[in-house]
């Protein structure tokens, strides 16, 4: 059974930075990609970012481009999402997601994810 634990989050200044992590257990890890979504309260879950299994290939929304890094320790079985010069609308939680599948081919859509962690909470003041 697949197992995904995010952690990481806080409450935080506008421009401040966060690292958030997921643990991902139950399968071999390192040939799955993996994403980050989030959701504000009263919105839709929508996706932040993606990395292919072996992390040569990224996808990010664009209001986090420049600002976002994902990355993945495939010896550590985790995945990174790194969140410089946050803003108040960065304000949700923050989901950590796996597929079924092993191909990528950029993941960017909430339906290409079967497994989900329990969420983060990130929060920025203005």
């Known amino acids: 059974q697949v197992q995904l634990v995010e952690s990481g989050g806080g409450l935080v200044q506008a421009g401040d930075s966060l690292r958030l992590s997921c643990a991902a257990s139950g399968r071999s890890f390192s040939i799955y990609p993996m994403g980050w979504f989030r959701q504000a309260p009263g919105k839709e879950r929508e996706f932040v970012a993606a990395i292919s299994a072996s992390g040569s290939s990224t996808d990010y929304v664009d209001s986090v481009k420049g600002r976002f890094t994902i990355s993945r320790d495939n010896n550590k079985n985790s995945v990174l999402l790194q969140m410089n010069s946050l803003k108040p609308e960065d304000t949700a939680v923050y989901y950590c997601?796996?597929?079924?599948?092993?191909?990528?081919?950029?993941?960017?859509?909430?339906?290409?994810?079967?497994?989900w962690g329990q969420g983060t909470q990130v929060t920025v003041s203005s």
């Open positions: 997601a796996a597929p079924k599948v092993t191909w990528y081919s950029g993941r960017t859509y909430r339906n290409g994810y079967d497994y």
